[in-house]
């Protein structure tokens, strides 16, 4: 009787740390969803904003345009495009900090007359004449060259050229304003042009494959008449089926329950 009560007592304890594990990975998966989850997140500080646009004040609706880029794939593409290469961008952005830099000295050195003359006391310092020479660069139609006054003059018989502050405006249009931007350009629109092939070549699949069996359209046509891949798809071999299928075998791994059918061993 003791040894029976013993196993019995063992049995009720290892059911108490199952439902136990259980109740805690539930718990775990809800709350790692909420947090990552990026559409969930979005849609939560979406109806955040719309409920602040009824109580509040009707600005809070400006929120809600933000949906036309979520529901667009074009525009999705667009922000991914500049998201997924941000280690480039940012890199590229930190060479272009460093470009600036040695710029600057060349500004503070030698043409710090010229940043005062346009503007007083401009390039009083170092770190003043590299704000106003990123602040400048793309305000002006010839980059810090249109900010600064011209680096010739002209006279009665000729015109007078500052050959030093010339090729300093030149050097500096063609690497800032045209090398470095072109190349930041360079690298948004080939993600973009990558994830519009990548997305194309998705579709076509869709369209011309079956995604779990292999079969192609043509030869489920043969098979199944017209409409036949479409039937073939959607009843026989749907693919989010399948994916609810697997997501149901992980979960129930997780959940310590291992009493899998054949099927599902299979």
């Known amino acids: 009787i003791h040894k029976r009560l013993k196993e019995s007592?063992?049995?009720?304890?290892?059911?108490?740390?199952?439902?136990?594990?259980?109740?805690?990975?539930?718990?775990?998966?809800?709350?790692?969803?909420?947090?990552?989850?990026?559409?969930?997140?979005?849609?939560?500080?979406?109806?955040?904003?719309?409920?602040l646009g009824v109580t509040y004040h009707p600005f809070f609706f400006s929120i809600s345009l933000t949906y036309l880029i979520v529901s667009s794939p074009v525009l999705i593409n667009v922000l991914k495009?500049?998201?997924?290469?941000?280690?480039?961008?940012?890199?590229?952005?930190?060479?272009?900090?460093?470009?600036?830099?040695?710029?600057?000295?060349?500004?503070?050195?030698?043409?710090?007359?010229?940043?005062?003359?346009?503007?007083?006391?401009?390039?009083?310092?170092?770190?003043?004449?590299?704000?106003?020479?990123?602040?400048?660069?793309?305000?002006?139609?010839?980059a810090i060259g249109g900010f600064l006054p011209l680096p010739f003059t002209a006279e009665e018989s000729e015109i007078k050229v500052e050959w030093s502050r010339f090729f300093y405006d030149y050097i500096f249009n063609l690497v800032i304003a045209i090398?470095?931007?072109?190349?930041?350009?360079?690298?948004?629109?080939?993600?973009?042009?990558?994830?519009?092939?990548?997305?194309?070549?998705?579709?076509?699949?869709?369209?011309?494959?079956?995604?779990?069996?292999?079969?192609?359209?043509?030869?489920?046509?043969?098979?199944?008449?017209?409409?036949?891949?479409?039937y073939h798809t959607i009843f026989q071999h749907n693919m989010w089926d399948y994916l609810f299928f697997i997501g149901y075998l992980k979960n129930k791994k997780n959940s310590y329950v291992n009493d899998y059918m054949e099927s599902e061993r299979y």
Not at 196 to 214: A, L, P, Q, T, V
Request: proline content about 1%; charged content about 25%.
């Open 179 to 230: 090398l470095l931007t072109e190349i930041l350009s360079g690298i948004i629109i080939d993600k973009f042009s990558e994830l519009r092939e990548s997305n194309e070549e998705k579709r076509k699949d869709e369209m011309s494959e079956c995604f779990i069996c292999g079969q192609t359209r043509e030869e489920l046509e043969k098979k199944l008449g017209y409409n036949g891949f479409k």
């Open 9 to 51: 007592g063992q049995v009720v304890h290892e059911d108490l740390i199952r439902n136990t594990y259980i109740k805690f990975n539930a718990v775990y998966e809800t709350t790692k969803l909420i947090l990552f989850d990026v559409t969930l997140l979005y849609h939560m500080i979406y109806f955040f904003f719309i409920v």
């Open 81 to 142: 495009a500049v998201y997924e290469p941000r280690i480039q961008i940012i890199l590229t952005l930190f060479l272009t900090i460093i470009v600036y830099y040695v710029f600057s000295i060349f500004s503070y050195m030698i043409f710090h007359s010229d940043y005062n003359e346009s503007l007083e006391n401009a390039c009083y310092s170092l770190w003043s004449c590299l704000f106003i020479t990123i602040d400048q660069s793309y305000k002006n139609d010839g």
